[in-house]
Nanobody
Framework: QVHPVESGGGLVQPGGSLRLSCAPSGSTFSGYAVAWFRQAPGQEREFVSA????????YYADSVKGRFSFIKDRASGAVYLQMSSLKPEDTGVYYC??????????????????WGQGTQVTVSA
């Protein structure tokens, strides 16, 4: 079993940047897809980005495409979510998750069975 551990959240002004980290604990991300989801207050958790550890281009939600980047660090075994041009609507708890989804389910949270505890991102002036 792999246990994702997130870090890097915080308070940032609109237009700013932030980098979230997700490190594997107990095992590695090898053989898994890793995804980022977020949940804003009073809203359901939504897909942000995902990528298979073995390769392939990352997937992004339309709301973050062009602003967020999914980064895999094969040396450390961790993944990162580089967030730029942040908006207040990006505020929420960001979760890292690992699973083995098929192509059609890579954006769905039900396809992921190992979840981190979440890290808070607040975009506010």
């Amino acid at each position: 079993q792999v246990h994702p551990v997130e870090s890097g959240g915080g308070l940032v002004q609109p237009g700013g940047s932030l980098r979230l980290s997700c490190a594997p604990s107990g095992s590695t991300f090898s053989g898994y897809a890793v995804a980022w989801f977020r949940q804003a207050p009073g809203q359901e958790r939504e897909f942000v980005s995902a990528s298979r550890w073995t390769g392939g281009s990352p997937y992004y939600a339309d709301s973050v495409k062009g602003r967020f980047s999914f980064i895999k660090d094969r040396a450390s075994g961790a993944v990162y979510l580089q967030m730029s041009s942040l908006k207040p609507e990006d505020t929420g708890v960001y979760y890292c998750a690992a699973g083995r989804p098929i192509q059609s389910t890579i954006r769905t949270q039900e396809a992921y069975y190992y979840w981190g505890q979440g890290t808070q991102v607040t975009v506010s002036a």
